[in-house]
């Protein structure tokens, strides 16, 4: 049980030299990303569902303990807006399913267009398999009501902390035994990093909020010029200042090599 810190995403070209040594293929960079952290947040399914054999692939090139979260497709989200949410759910578990114990949770992000109906998520949320940890983020500020939260304890599901301009864009609720929190885009230069002190507090937030038996899991989106690495990694020494248990982060002196 610990605080699982990770980025949004392992390809991105402007991590070489960053994360990447020069000379690593871009065809190893998923096992190279997990030589340092033990978790990603995909986005890919998001964009197009990938196969099953993909997902099994990732599971092949990642070692034990890693975990992987996973965006729910924007045909789901943006598209079907939560509606009819049986196949498109039962789509997504079924080829995720191949992850194995590499799966971790489930991200629904939802569009920032869509207003809140509690009932609509309380039958999307119902469709997931039983164990299945689903992390919600509204983008929509009439998703704040009490009938939301209450939707969100009874499901099981997390509200999905967020991030941008180094300040939160939900509220802080705690909704079920485990967290996740997403950060977007920091105020510090060069843009778009974190300073030390929007970082300390969010470590704070978390140990104030979570017992060190939890599972919080952290992802940062921030990852023009590999912000989202250097953050990651600033990010995990924070935590443990606040005496709490962090998964594998790069050592800050330079991960490529």
Request: with cysteine; net charge positive; charged share 25%.
């Given at each position: ?7 949004s995403g392992w390809q ?230 606040r005496g709490r248990t ?7 002196r330079g991960a490529a090599?």
């Amino acid at each position: 049980m610990t605080v699982l810190v990770g980025t949004s995403g392992w390809q991105y070209k402007d991590w070489r030299e960053v994360l990447y040594p020069r000379e690593r293929p871009q065809r190893l960079w998923l096992e190279e990303y997990a030589r340092h952290f033990a978790t990603v947040e995909s986005n890919a399914a998001f964009y197009r569902l990938p196969e099953e054999k993909t997902f099994a692939d990732w599971r092949d090139r990642t070692p034990d303990g890693f975990v992987m979260a996973v965006k729910a497709s924007r045909y789901l989200t943006h598209i079907k807006r939560l509606r009819e949410p049986q196949e498109p759910v039962g789509r997504l578990m079924s080829r995720a399913a191949a992850l194995g114990p590499r799966l971790g949770p489930v991200l629904l992000q939802l569009p920032p267009t869509l207003k809140a109906d509690a009932g609509l998520l309380d039958d999307c949320l119902s469709c997931f398999p039983a164990g299945t940890r689903v992390a919600v983020e509204p983008r929509h500020p009439s998703w704040w009501t009490a009938e939301v939260r209450t939707v969100l304890e009874r499901r099981g599901a997390a509200l999905c902390w967020a991030d941008r301009g180094s300040r939160p864009v939900t509220p802080l609720w705690r909704t079920t035994d485990w967290g996740y929190l997403r950060f977007h885009e920091g105020r510090a230069e060069p843009w778009p990093r974190y300073g030390r002190q929007a970082l300390t507090t969010w470590a704070r937030r978390i140990a104030d909020t979570w017992p060190d038996r939890a599972d919080v899991y952290t992802y940062f989106n921030n990852d023009p010029g590999g912000a989202a690495v250097r953050d990651a990694t600033t990010f995990a020494r924070a935590v443990t200042a606040r005496g709490r248990t962090v998964s594998r982060a790069p050592s800050g002196r330079g991960a490529a090599r």
